[in-house]
């Protein structure tokens, strides 16, 4: 069974840092695309960032330049560190992972991933 736990999130001042950590179990996914996605309180879940299995990064524009995603294959853990925070990155920040090995796409849509974690949630004050 695969299971996804997110952790990292809190309360956080403009400006400041957090790390989001995401833990698999049930699966090793060293080959798998893994992302991380994020719901504000009445929007629609949106695409932040993504590590494809060979390592290459993509980005929302929203968070280029501030947020890098990063992972552990000898952990299965998936991590994003969150610098310059700003409050409208304020959300419920959930990690995904790709049934599919070796995709050779870029997903950046909910559609696109099929194991989620349960999220955690960052908020920015200004």
């Known amino acids: 069974q695969v299971q996804l736990v997110e952790s990292g999130g809190g309360l956080v001042q403009a400006g400041g840092s957090l790390r989001l950590s995401c833990a698999a179990s049930?699966?090793?996914?060293?080959?798998?695309?893994m992302g991380w996605f994020r719901q504000a309180p009445g929007k629609e879940r949106e695409f932040v960032a993504t590590?494809?299995?060979?390592?290459?990064?993509y980005y929302a524009d929203s968070v280029k330049g501030r947020f890098t995603i990063s992972r552990d294959n000898a952990k299965n853990t998936l991590y994003l560190q969150m610098n310059s925070l700003k409050p409208e990155d304020t959300a419920v920040y959930s990690c995904?992972?790709?049934?599919?090995?070796?995709?050779?796409?870029?997903?950046?849509?909910?559609?696109?991933?099929?194991?989620w974690g349960q999220g955690t949630q960052v908020t920015v004050s200004s």
């Open positions: 995904a992972v790709r049934a599919t090995a070796y995709s050779g796409g870029i997903y950046t849509t909910v559609t696109g991933y099929h194991y």
């Open positions: 590590i494809r299995w060979r390592g290459d990064t």
């Open positions: 049930g699966r090793t996914f060293s080959s798998h695309d």
